[in-house]
């Protein structure tokens, strides 16, 4: 856990930090919002068209390749880097794009066989700790050559220490997000209901009001929590990965 806590430090401390992690929110809420309204089509709340499923998929496809690329730049440099061109150049080399194949495949599955999307997360979550070997290894130097330098240095034991550091890193990141939105809609709804009640309204109108804005409170609290979900795993995500360089460092 103490390696987990300094990776968090180089994620929130360097040069430019403050704007870097504005880009990364930025980008994490874009990528949320589409998430949000595939959440939303599939829960009968929103009506969306094919084309615009395809769209909206096609948008994630491309955030994930971004993703890959970006982690791969954090694994290099153990600090948080620039929103650039320059993840999509890494994310397209031969190890990168393999990762980002891998990982595509699952979120398709997700998105297009709604039944499977348990299976594929629980995929993706054991996938995932010898993938990131594989792409640290090649994170190293860049070089395509050394993407097994940290897989074969690895033991079971080791496996399954990371494999439920990951677990831990993806419910963490749940409970948190949903917790903080609770909270955001239990203050705004204290808030109004000492705004109302100040005013002279009584509490079966206020109870009337928010139940006629059900759908719009639904929409709101899904796209709310999508943001800081997929914030905080990304983030989660880049602590877990310093997680893993150390583990391998204290093995050398």
């Given at each position: 856990m103490t390696k987990m806590l300094e990776g968090l430090k180089t994620i929130y401390s360097g040069n430019n930090i403050v704007n870097k992690q504005i880009q990364l929110f930025s980008l994490c809420g874009i990528a949320a919002i589409l998430g949000g309204y595939l959440s939303l089509a599939a829960q009968g709340i929103n009506e969306i068209k094919p084309f615009d499923k395809a769209a909206i998929v096609l948008c994630q496809i491309v955030w994930i390749l971004f993703f890959t690329g970006y982690e791969t730049i954090y694994i290099h440099r153990k600090s948080l880097p620039e929103l650039d061109m320059s993840s999509f150049k890494i994310a397209l080399k031969r190890i990168p794009?393999?990762?980002?194949?891998?990982?595509?495949?699952?979120?398709?599955?997700?998105?297009?066989f709604t039944s499977y999307q348990y299976f594929a997360l629980s995929l993706e979550i054991i996938l995932g700790v010898p993938l990131t070997m594989l792409q640290a290894g090649y994170a190293l130097n860049y070089n395509a050559d050394d993407y097994k330098k940290y897989f074969q240095k690895f033991r079971v034991k080791e496996y399954f220490y990371l494999l439920i550091k990951?677990?831990?890193v993806i419910f963490c990141a749940y409970l948190t997000a949903f917790m903080t939105?609770?909270?955001?809609?239990?203050?705004?709804?204290?808030?109004f209901a000492i705004v109302t009640i100040a005013k002279g309204s009584d509490l079966a109108s206020m109870i009337m009001l928010i139940t006629s804005n059900q759908t719009v409170l639904t929409k709101l609290s899904t796209y709310v929590s999508n943001i800081l979900l997929v914030y905080f795993l990304s983030v989660g995500v880049l602590a877990w990965d310093y997680e893993?360089?150390?583990?391998?460092?204290?093995?050398e």
């Amino acid at each position: 856990m103490t390696k987990m806590l300094e990776g968090l430090k180089t994620i929130y401390s360097g040069n430019n930090i403050v704007n870097k992690q504005i880009q990364l929110f930025s980008l994490c809420g874009i990528a949320a919002i589409l998430g949000g309204y595939l959440s939303l089509a599939a829960q009968g709340i929103n009506e969306i068209k094919p084309f615009d499923k395809a769209a909206i998929v096609l948008c994630q496809i491309v955030w994930i390749l971004f993703f890959t690329g970006y982690e791969t730049i954090y694994i290099h440099r153990k600090s948080l880097p620039e929103l650039d061109m320059s993840s999509f150049k890494i994310a397209l080399k031969r190890i990168p794009l393999i990762i980002f194949f891998v990982f595509t495949g699952l979120a398709l599955i997700s998105t297009y066989f709604t039944s499977y999307q348990y299976f594929a997360l629980s995929l993706e979550i054991i996938l995932g700790v010898p993938l990131t070997m594989l792409q640290a290894g090649y994170a190293l130097n860049y070089n395509a050559d050394d993407y097994k330098k940290y897989f074969q240095k690895f033991r079971v034991k080791e496996y399954f220490y990371l494999l439920i550091k990951r677990i831990w890193v993806i419910f963490c990141a749940y409970l948190t997000a949903f917790m903080t939105t609770f909270l955001i809609f239990f203050i705004i709804g204290i808030i109004f209901a000492i705004v109302t009640i100040a005013k002279g309204s009584d509490l079966a109108s206020m109870i009337m009001l928010i139940t006629s804005n059900q759908t719009v409170l639904t929409k709101l609290s899904t796209y709310v929590s999508n943001i800081l979900l997929v914030y905080f795993l990304s983030v989660g995500v880049l602590a877990w990965d310093y997680e893993l360089i150390k583990t391998y460092e204290s093995e050398e």
